[in-house]
């Protein structure tokens, strides 16, 4: 009797023994489920953010320098003071910089801000005749397709380069209506002035003409997150 009880309770621990290693594999195999779930998505997020430094590292910077010519050897050069847009650069935007912006809206996506920058060299802008109107009429000729950039006279190099930006902008602006690769894309016109070598060091005081100085510069932006 006695060996039949003890061969009883043998039984009923061993099966309370083989009931908590189940319990115990059946939560080993849940945090492995667990943390293969996590793996995976901590290999997506590495994944996407891997993508994201490659796009910040490799979103195109396209310079239109004032010393170059387009294809057929016309010069894309601004007259000195002016920002009327000379016939050779009119069509390096409508061929080469629209074909650029295809591509890069199409490998960028993300990027829908096309940042157009104005720059130049340190020669003084001087107003001929009358003064800067940029604080009356710069909106107006922004926001109306119509308005010539001829009618805004600039007071300094900040004037030039922002209205020698906006000139291309407004081009770009025109062709966009009737070319499907710029759709969604929002150009915004900024200038630097003098301000900036083309290696992104500040200039030091220099008042002669430097063609390698003056150049417009495009910058893909990521479309910005509203903060709250």
Request: aromatic fraction near 4%.
């Amino acid at each position: 009797m006695f060996l039949q009880t003890t061969s009883n309770q043998a039984k009923a621990q061993l099966t309370q023994s083989e009931e908590a290693t189940k319990q115990l594999q059946s939560r080993i195999n849940g945090l492995e489920n667990n943390n293969k779930d996590l793996r995976s998505q901590l290999d997506q997020k590495t994944n996407e953010a891997k993508e994201m430094q490659r796009k910040l590292k490799s979103a195109p910077v396209i310079l239109i320098k004032d010393s170059d010519t387009d294809s057929k050897g016309r010069s894309l050069r601004f007259e000195t003071g002016k920002a009327d847009l000379p016939e050779g650069l009119k069509l390096f935007i409508e061929n080469d910089l629209v074909t650029k912006l295809e591509k890069a809206a199409k490998e960028y996506p993300e990027y829908q801000f096309i940042d157009v920058i104005g720059h130049t060299d340190g020669q003084e802008t001087i107003a001929q005749g009358n003064p800067s109107n940029l604080d009356t009429n710069l909106e107006g000729v922004a926001t109306n397709k119509d308005s010539n950039i001829n009618t805004l006279q600039p007071g300094s190099n900040k004037d030039l380069g922002l209205i020698r930006a906006l000139a291309v902008v407004k081009k770009l602006q025109e062709i966009q209506v009737k070319n499907d690769g710029l759709k969604g894309l929002k150009f915004r016109a900024y200038s630097a002035g003098q301000l900036l070598l083309s290696s992104g060091e500040y200039a030091p005081s220099d008042r002669t003409s430097n063609p390698a100085r003056r150049r417009i510069e495009i910058r893909f932006s990521p479309t910005p997150k509203q903060v709250p």
